[in-house]
């Protein structure tokens, strides 16, 4: 590891000795390391299963965010490839939450979604976790969610034989009557895309920093309904969001659709623990097998 991560500073142009070099937690996917030399810090993540568009896809996201200049994200050193195992390169960040922290994240993370996006989606392929998100950009977001989204995790879903009979009847049926529920040209916001409670950290002063993100073109309230699924996130937060960018009327009545592709997501890659989630919000909003 050592060798590898060597040629890493120096493909960097960093050629000073490494004083720290060790593991960092709370990842799933990547290998992750915090490495410091004489000049820097820098925080590493590489995966030995993944192609480089994989983190070339996170650093396009850190960098499409840092561009609007709404929120903090780490900056971007480099994104790495070599035979052994891809790398992204970035900024170390640490620091504390104080009082003001969540308030802060509420209120920039609003800031963000009011930041014009550019029709519904994304231009390329992306990733949501380690799945592959295939993408258009398009200018309807009904057609965007239902087709893109929704039926894209459904072809995946039924390849490994995780949405199968009555829940693939259930899902094609939601997916035929998604436009009674979404809005077809909502304003069109930078959207971070997986934000639950792991993927943002405070920096120097408390500062709230975005990280992890699936970037796209959406609705603000795609993002606001992921926030409430797992939890992490304070009514302080809710609070500051909301006094800068509101939520619709509508969001209670949609919020379990927008949960829905996340749940697919993670019944997707993590099995039948999120089966029973899954499951009742497709009854809620289209009935049993017996009713379709």
């Known amino acids: 590891m050592n060798k590898l991560i060597e040629r890493g500073l120096k493909q960097l142009g960093d050629l ?7 593991p960092v937690s709370g990842g799933d996917i990547n290998e992750a390391f915090y490495i410091k030399t004489k000049g820097n810090e820098y925080f590493v993540k590489l995966n030995q299963q ?15 965010i840092k561009q609007t200049n709404t929120i903090d994200v780490p900056t971007i050193y480099g994104v790495l490839d070599n035979k ?30 009011l930041y014009e996006g550019q029709g519904y989606g994304f231009e ?11 993408n258009k950009l398009l200018d309807n977001w009904v057609t965007y969610y239902r087709d893109i ?15 199968t009979g009555r829940r693939e009847k259930q899902l094609l049926k939601l997916i035929e009557r998604i436009d009674e529920w979404l809005p ?32 796209l073109y959406g609705d603000h309230e795609f993002e606001m309904a992921f926030t409430e699924l797992f939890g992490g996130f304070s009514k302080q937060f809710y609070d500051a969001y909301t006094s800068i960018y509101p939520l619709s009327a509508e969001y209670q009545n949609r919020k379990e659709l927008y949960q829905l592709y996340y749940l697919l997501v993670h019944l997707n890659m993590f099995g039948e623990k999120y089966c029973n989630a899954v499951d ?7 009935g049993d097998y017996g009713s379709i």
């Open 16 to 22: 000073g000795k490494i004083d720290t070099l060790k």
């Open 50 to 64: 993944v192609n480089t568009d994989f983190f070339q896809f996170e650093a396009e996201g850190l960098r499409l």
């Open 84 to 113: 052994e195992a891809p790398m992204l390169w970035m900024e170390w960040i640490s620091g504390t939450e104080n009082e003001e922290t969540e308030k802060l994240l509420g209120e920039r993370l609003a800031a963000l979604h």
């Open 124 to 134: 390329k392929q992306s990733y949501i976790g380690k799945l592959k998100q295939e």
């Open 149 to 163: 989204r929704l039926m894209g995790q459904l072809k995946i879903g039924h390849s490994l034989k995780k949405i």
């Open 184 to 215: 077809e040209k909502p304003k069109s916001s930078i959207l971070h895309g997986d934000l639950w409670g792991g993927n943002w950290i405070a920096g120097k002063n408390g500062a709230p920093y975005l990280i992890d993100p699936s970037v």
């Open 280 to 286: 009742r919000i497709l009854t809620k909003y289209v």
